[in-house]
């Protein structure tokens, strides 16, 4: 039978369907890139924040009526919202024929011959039978990947439902992380981003310290990478060592994803970070000493409980001082079975949207300098492909990660010869929509 695969949601929810769509093809299943040719449709959901919980409704009723209208046989929810709200679910859209938990993943070609065998499936087993890791079928550009080096989170903070969902922090044995390394590496594999809820813990639970640092420098020692990126690394956990190793490991490129979420110290003791405003200060100072030409993406968090006129003003000061080069602001949302969700003084939602909005727009005048600063300078980037609509080829810097960040324009007829995953040297000549910029290849 065919079946597509809609993922949704962040980088770690893609790798667990990677892994789903290599027992699929093992299994004997057709794997199809559109619902409207296949026969089961499966959704491994998100369900993280208000935003997410939305688009995996939206795209299961979406798929519901693509049932409705003959072309699509069996309709299965997976992943985070699945397993969060099982009940809900399954009361709420009769039209699935079952839904399941991150834990019965690699069940999933049993799970699909009982519900097309006329079995309506609810399965839930633990948390913990979820794979640590497991052959995939990249869905990426094929010289880019995901490598997921933990799964959950036991950071505890207030407003997040990641461990009720995912379960606590388990880091895969640094021995399988490098065994799927070198795998992805002679697949064809150069750019990778090394991602987790929070890397920077990772190897604690394992082996009693953080093992980031040794990790990456034996990543960094696997033939055929060109660059590695880390994502979604904590304040608190950026150690010395991490700073050294990223400066001084060529294959590491120079960016960092640190989600602070706050600078105000009364928020952030309420949110249960394990910073204060000091320490971000430092941090940043030091990142940008030891690393002058590092990238910084940063996540905030707006409308927390308590978050009163004055805490927001000192963070969008916070935001105009330190001048991040990357930053997402989201508008915080009530998840149930948190802590903040029974705090008092919770703010409404209007004005939780305002402020986002609010720091976005600072945030873009940063961008729209920062970019216009890089005019005129060199840079490597990788081909990513061509708009023959536009006719530009499309390409990212090393400053850019992958679907989150801006891209670079390279304007051509498309017959310059160049190949998706070609690594170039660029001279960047203008900004574009604020977020993307223009350039042209002066080195192949």
């Known amino acids: 039978m065919t079946v597509c695969l809609v993922s949704l949601g962040c980088a770690k929810n893609l790798v667990d369907s990677e892994r789903m769509l290599h027992l699929l093809r093992e299994g004997g299943y057709e794997i199809v890139p559109s619902p409207e040719d296949a026969e089961i449709a499966i959704v491994n959901t998100c369900g993280f924040i208000q935003a997410a919980k939305e688009e995996a409704i939206d795209t299961i009723l979406e798929l519901a009526h693509l049932k409705e209208s003959g072309s699509l046989r069996f309709l299965l929810a997976t992943g985070c919202l699945a397993e969060r709200y099982r009940e809900e679910v399954a009361e709420q859209f009769p039209e699935l024929d079952a839904i399941v938990g991150i834990g019965d993943q690699p069940e999933i070609c049993t799970i699909l011959a009982r519900m097309t065998g006329g079995e309506r499936v609810m399965q839930f087993a633990p948390k913990c039978n979820m794979p640590l890791t497991g052959e995939r079928i990249l869905s990426t550009l094929p010289f880019f990947a995901y490598l997921k080096i933990a799964e959950g989170c036991s950071n505890g903070c207030a407003y997040c439902a990641i461990p009720a969902i995912r379960g606590k922090y388990r880091s895969v044995p640094q021995e399988d992380v490098l065994r799927e390394a070198e795998m992805l590496a002679k697949s064809g594999v150069t750019e990778l981003a090394v991602i ?177 600063a890089r005019i ?36 051509g007829s498309g017959s310059e010869g160049w190949q998706t995953g070609q690594f170039v040297r660029v001279r960047l000549l203008e900004t574009d929509n604020i977020y993307d910029m223009i350039g042209e290849v002066i080195g192949a």
């Not at 060592?241 to 105000?264: F, G, R, S």
């Not at 993406?297 to 707006?302: D, F, G, I, K, S």
């Not at 409980?305 to 602001?329: K, T």
């Not at 492909?385 to 891209?407: F, H, Q, S």
Request: net charge negative.
């Open 196 to 372: 987790a809820q929070d890397t920077t813990r990772y190897g604690e639970d394992l082996y009693g310290e953080n093992r980031l640092p040794a990790l990456l420098k034996q990543l960094c020692a696997i033939e055929g990478f060109r660059w590695i990126r880390v994502l979604y690394c904590y304040p608190e956990r950026i150690t010395d060592e991490l700073i050294e190793t990223i400066a001084n490991e060529p294959k590491i490129v120079k960016y960092l994803d640190i989600p602070m979420q706050h600078c105000n110290d009364g928020v952030l003791k309420a949110m249960r970070r394990g910073c204060d405003q000091a320490s971000l200060r430092a941090l940043i100072r030091k990142l940008r000493a030891r690393i002058p030409d590092i990238v910084i993406r940063t996540t905030l968090l707006v409308g927390f409980p308590g978050e009163s006129e004055d805490a927001f003003n000192e963070l969008s000061e916070f935001v105009q001082e330190m001048r991040f080069d990357r930053m997402g602001c989201f508008a915080y949302s009530e998840e149930e079975h948190t802590l903040a969700a029974k705090m008092p003084d919770q703010i409404e939602p209007e004005i939780r949207e305002h402020r986002a909005e609010l720091l976005m727009e600072q945030q873009m005048q940063i961008a729209a300098e920062l970019n216009q």
């Open 376 to 411: 005129g300078t060199e840079t490597d980037a990788v081909i990513e492909g061509y708009d023959e609509e536009n006719a530009v080829w499309l390409a990212r810097t090393a400053a850019d990660a992958p679907d989150v960040d801006g891209r670079l324009l390279i304007e």
